[in-house]
């Protein structure tokens, strides 16, 4: 037996479930189905931002939103322009969740729990009668004269209209395949670093503005740098996994990691400051004394690593030690063996080439009546609600385009 629709939507997540109740609410005559291969929908909203469901970035502009996307910017200015992240306020607002703005710029729920968003989505969703059903893995696609035909482990559908809103799923990338798609083979795209090194061993939880590099690369980044009890973290490592996803996966992810602690102050400066601070602090410990605004601990470790005592005044040190600490502050060489998870993100760089879609309305340039939306496409962004407004441009888009035609 086929069931029949209207509109079949594969992948029950953020972005399926946005495409359906936008298409529902602009025709409530369309028959619709959500299809998920779990037991249940929206896990991945549920845990997002530790819970509380990290819903976008108060980033109105759209030319500014792009820059974080190091897969996608070019193709998102125009979808931008048509729903960003003021429109994604405006939408929730109508369906009765308010957001708040952090300090840092992500949005959340006031209620500071993902079951906001959820209990959203399931109202919206019964609300507009549309079906969801669980435990469906999709195993086979046909492409019909006019109609498209899915077959699930369970049962087998007929609709006029696909949207594939599956994220990182391999098996569905393969179907893509098979009809002509091209894939972007999946590589992590967030993660720390890891790195066993005696400067950085007891200094877990201590964080400094930095500017990060991979040598003998053209690989950089800048921000707040968290030392770890494996390594190193925080938003500019985080920046720099994310634009370095495939050059580091080629790399096995073993590289020389070189740290400016300064930030953007240099090697030639940093030995200036230094050599005033010997004439200024001739009697003090140079231990004792960090002018740096970094913590001190971090400062002792440095000085430590540069070859001096506990006991040394700044007024003893050498020519040596003074190029050794200006060394270490500017350009700390660490060397890196491997990656960690960054908490319960798992964002990956790879999927549909994005040449192969319309951005206008996120249909396939191969097929008539394909729509995708959200990360089946290979289009990543770094944490802080980005990768979710990916998936209400998106959605919202094929929506609109669904639905005027």
């Keep these: 037996m086929i069931s029949n629709y209207d509109i079949l939507i594969i992948g029950g997540g ?12 602009t025709n409530p005559k369309l028959k619709i189905v959500i299809l998920e291969r779990g037991k249940e929908v929206l896990t991945k909203v549920k845990i997002s931002g530790g819970g509380r469901c990290n819903v976008t970035h108060a980033c109105f502009i759209p030319n500014d939103l792009v820059k974080f996307y190091p897969r996608g910017e070019k193709e998102l200015k125009g979808p931008f322009h048509q729903f960003c992240s003021g429109d994604t306020i405006e939408w929730f607002e109508k369906h009765g969740v308010e957001l708040k703005i952090e300090e840092d710029g992500r949005m959340f ?13 399931l109202s919206a969703t019964k609300k507009s009668g549309i079906d969801i059903l669980t435990g469906q893995s ?29 994220g990182s799923n391999p098996k569905i990338w393969e179907l893509m395949e098979s009809l002509g798609h091209t894939i972007e083979a999946p590589v992590p795209s967030l993660f720390t670093f890891n790195i066993k090194d005696a400067r950085i061993k007891d200094l877990m939880g201590l964080s400094a503005i930095t500017s990060v590099k991979v040598k003998d690369s053209k690989l950089k980044a800048s921000g707040p740098l968290l030392i770890t009890h494996w390594g190193m973290s925080g938003p500019g490592i985080l920046r720099l996994s994310a634009w370095g996803a495939r050059e580091l996966a080629a790399k096995n992810y073993q590289f020389t990691l070189q740290v400016n602690w300064l930030n953007d102050t240099d090697f ?12 200024e602090n001739a009697k003090k410990l140079i231990m004792k004394f960090c002018p740096f605004e970094f913590p001190k601990r971090l ?14 005044k700044w007024t003893d040190l050498s020519k040596k030690q003074l190029t050794a600490l200006a060394n270490q502050l500017t350009n700390g060489q660490f ?7 960054f908490k319960e993100e798992f964002v990956t760089a790879g ?17 008539d009546n394909l729509y995708f939306a959200g990360e089946i496409l290979n289009i990543d962004a770094i944490t802080g609600g980005f990768n979710f407004q990916n998936a209400w441009t998106g959605g919202f888009l094929a929506a609109r385009a669904i639905t005027e035609k």
Excluded: R
């Design 299 to 312: 400062w002792e470790s440095l000085v430590f690593a540069s070859g001096i005592s506990a006991e040394t």
């Design 109 to 121: 729920p006031v209620s500071d729990s993902s079951q906001t968003i959820i209990d959203c989505f």
């Design 335 to 341: 060397q890196v063996n491997g990656k960690s998870t």
């Design 138 to 166: 999709v195993q086979s696609l046909f492409k019909g004269d006019g109609y498209w035909k899915v077959d699930t482990n369970q049962q087998s559908f007929k609709c006029d209209t696909l949207v594939m809103a599956t």
């Design 14 to 25: 953020a972005a399926g479930f946005f495409t359906a109740i936008n298409i529902a609410e």
């Design 268 to 279: 030639e400066e940093t030995l200036d400051i230094l050599k005033n601070l010997k004439e």
């Design 351 to 367: 999927g549909i080439n994005l040449k192969e879609i319309d951005f206008k309305t996120m249909q396939s340039k191969l097929h």
